[in-house]
T-cell receptor
C-alpha cells in the first residue's frame, strides 16, 4: 500500500519568512496530492491540492510542487503570518482509493 | 461550497451507553463518506468508507459491530459508537466526496466531534 513520509514534524519561522514542508510517497500510481491545514480542535481544511498531470500549482501565498520522478511533493507558504500557525497534513491517493496521510507538521509562526 | 457539518461538536457520555454522530454535506451530494479517528498530536486514522445505500467498508482492526455506520442518503452519514468505553474517547472526523473532483479523491472534512467517555 501507499506510504507517505512528511518532514519536518515541527517548523518554527518568523512572521514574513517562508515555510516549506516536504512529503514523499511510495506508490508511483498515486495521482492526487492534497494538503490540509488543521487548527486546534477543528477538522482538516483543504488548502491546496495538485494532480499528477501538473508540476506546480499556486494560490496566493501558497504553492505546491510535485516531482513524480522522485515521488515527492512540497508545500510552500510565503510571507507567513501568525494565523498560518497550525498542523499541516499532506496526503496521497490513487484514483478512488483512500487518502494516505503524512504524520503532520506543526507550523509555528512567531510575530 | 463543499461544506461538511458534524453534530454534535462534542459529547460526554457514561461508559456503556451509545452515541450517534451525524455528518452532513450541506451544499453537495456526497457519493462517498469517510469516518476518521484522531488521537492527540497524531494523524488521521481511517475507520471506514461508506457509499450511499451500501454497507460500509471497515479498515482492518476496526470493529464493525462497535462502530455502526449508516449512509442512508447522499447528504447524511451517521456513526454510532455502541457500548462506549473510555478507550473510545477520541476526536472523530468525517469527510465527504462528491462528483466535482472527477476521478480524484477530493475529500472535504467536517469540523470533528470530540467524544469523552467517562
Amino acid at each position: 500500500g501507499e506510504n507517505v513520509e512528511q518532514h519536518p514534524s515541527t517548523l518554527s519561522v518568523q512572521e514574513g519568512d517562508s515555510a516549506v514542508i516536504k512529503c514523499t510517497y511510495s506508490d508511483s500510481a498515486s495521482n492526487y496530492f492534497p494538503w490540509y491545514k488543521q487548527e486546534l480542535g477543528k477538522g482538516p481544511q483543504l488548502i491546496i491540492d495538485i494532480r499528477s498531470n501538473v508540476g506546480e500549482k499556486k494560490d496566493q501565498r501558497i504553492a505546491v510542487t510535485l516531482n513524480k520522478t522522485a515521488k515527492h511533493f512540497s508545500l510552500h507558504i510565503t510571507e507567513t503570518q501568525p494565523e498560518d500557525s497550525a498542523v499541516y497534513f499532506c496526503a496521497a491517493s490513487q484514483g478512488y482509493s483512500t487518502l494516505t496521510f503524512g504524520k503532520g507538521t506543526m507550523l509555528l509562526v512567531s510575530p | 461550497g463543499a461544506v461538511v457539518s458534524q453534530h454534535p461538536s462534542w459529547v460526554i457520555c457514561k461508559s456503556g451507553t451509545s452515541v450517534k454522530i451525524e455528518c452532513r454535506s450541506l451544499d453537495f451530494q456526497a457519493t462517498t463518506m469517510f469516518w476518521y479517528r484522531q488521537f492527540p498530536k497524531q494523524s488521521l486514522m481511517l475507520m471506514a468508507t461508506s457509499n450511499e445505500g451500501s454497507k460500509a467498508t471497515y479498515e482492518q482492526g476496526v470493529e464493525k459491530d462497535k462502530f455502526l455506520i449508516n449512509h442512508a442518503s447522499l447528504t447524511l452519514s451517521t456513526l454510532t459508537v455502541t457500548s462506549a468505553h473510555p478507550e473510545d474517547s477520541s476526536f472523530y472526523i468525517c469527510s465527504a466526496k462528491g462528483t466535482s473532483g472527477g476521478p480524484y479523491n477530493e475529500q472535504f472534512f467536517g469540523p470533528g466531534t470530540r467524544l469523552t467517555v467517562l
